[in-house]
């Protein structure tokens, strides 16, 4: 997707904490009605962003906890409501790939499964406003100026709108509530990650295109700042960053559809932009990060470097090579990669072998399908419909085809 500017009209979503089983059917039973009400309803309003708030109870209380000892549950989730989002959107033939559809994102809010969140009054330190995950508090004091505030009429629901409006410090008028599905949710909390568990990361990366940010897209960038662990009481000072691929524009001059790929530059906005409504929750219009351009000679020279006030640095480099800064960077010490190119991290490994560097952990994101097994009415297109959606190559020749129905009239 294109970038998308803070002008565009805002909805949030916050729904009721998943159910104890996040498996797709399991998701699909407590968040289908939910979802498509909303996307149905937003779906002339476009373009527009719809920011969906998802209450993990595995993350509350985990700061102690590495990042990777949390990652399969996290990245589980995520892709199952993802994926639930592109089937309902495939269906129903909503857009959600382009830069006239919606844009949605989803925000991973630690909190307790007995419905007691934090609900600290007083200042919040920025590296508790930072994401990818945060509190019920900082969404709710981020001042963001959402249209329409969704939620769901469970009991569940109710308490969690009535902690965040009581957070926010007002009663939102603009609240539309929306009816909730099946969920079984067990009444004990779920183990929390030992915090010997696990290797930490403070420097991660990932690489990609980034063509036109569509859902696998999200998938993606979001697991890899969720892998950047805070800095430890030992060492509070230690640096953090996450390093952005993204290939350079010489390397793309023979893709199908090149006239509607995006340029470095504007692919560069688009993950930032992403990045931005994910990782920064300080209220306030004014710019909350510091920007500082790199053009050195060389390999993975250029680069936008983009610094939150947590300390958090977001690195988007240009690459000329399938290897990128996982090569010329020895702190960089994990890498996300989605299953399909599982190779990829291998024979990023066997680079770094060479250099006599440490190998990179390498965790995956899964690869989304359509596969709806409770869906007995089955629909043909449903596969190809959904693939469109998270396919850039897709997205650019549809963009080409309303281009060319544009000039005919």
């Excluded at 952005?244 to 524009?249: K, P, S, V």
């Excluded at 995956?364 to 007995?376: F, G, K, W």
């Amino acid at each position: 997707m294109a970038p998308i500017g803070d002008h565009l009209a805002r909805f949030l979503l916050i729904l009721p904490p998943p159910p104890s089983s996040t498996s797709f059917e399991s998701l699909k039973a407590a968040y289908n009605a939910t979802l498509f009400s909303t996307l149905k309803e937003l779906r002339y309003k476009s373009p527009a962003i719809l920011e969906i708030a998802l209450p993990c109870a595995h993350l509350h209380n985990s700061s102690s906890s590495p990042r990777s000892a949390l990652y399969a549950p996290t990245q589980g989730l995520l892709s199952n409501l993802y994926k639930l989002i592109c089937i309902i959107s495939a269906k129903e033939s909503i857009d959600v790939e382009d830069a006239d559809g919606l844009d949605a994102r989803i925000i991973l809010v630690a909190y307790s499964r007995d419905g007691r969140s934090e609900m600290g009054r007083g200042a919040t330190p920025a590296a508790d406003m930072q994401g990818p995950i945060i509190g019920i508090t900082t969404l709710a004091r981020s001042g963001r100026p959402w249209e329409v505030i969704f939620s769901v009429e469970t009991e569940a629901g109710e308490i969690l709108l009535k902690q965040f409006q009581t957070a926010a410090g007002k009663l939102f008028t603009n609240i539309h509530k929306l009816r909730g599905g099946i969920t079984q949710i067990s009444t004990t909390e779920p183990v929390t990650a030992q915090a010997s568990a696990g290797r930490r990361h403070h420097s991660v990366a990932v690489g990609g295109t980034f063509d036109h940010l569509h859902i696998g897209h999200k998938l993606l960038l979001t697991m890899t700042a969720f892998m950047v662990d805070d800095a430890s009481g030992n060492d509070p000072d230690v640096p953090r960053s996450m390093t952005i691929g993204i290939t350079g524009d010489q390397l793309l001059v023979n893709k199908k559809f090149a006239e509607f790929l995006g340029s470095w530059e504007q692919r560069k906005e688009s993950v930032w932009n992403f990045y931005k409504s994910t990782l920064d929750f300080i209220p306030g219009t004014h710019d909350t990060y510091k920007t500082e351009i790199v053009t050195n000679p060389g390999p993975n020279g250029h680069a936008v470097n983009f610094t939150l006030q947590s300390g958090l640095t977001v690195r988007c480099v240009e690459i000329w090579d399938p290897f990128g800064p996982t090569i010329t960077d020895e702190s960089i010490s994990a890498l996300v990669i989605s299953g399909e190119t599982r190779s990829g991290g291998k024979a990023v490994n066997d680079k770094r072998k060479e250099n006599g560097w440490p190998e990179l952990e390498v965790f995956e994101v899964d690869v989304l399908d359509a596969d709806d097994r409770s869906d007995q009415l089955g629909n043909s297109n449903l596969e190809e419909s959904f693939q469109n959606k998270l396919s850039s190559t897709e997205i650019r020749r549809m963009l080409s085809e309303k281009s060319k129905a544009k000039s005919k009239v």
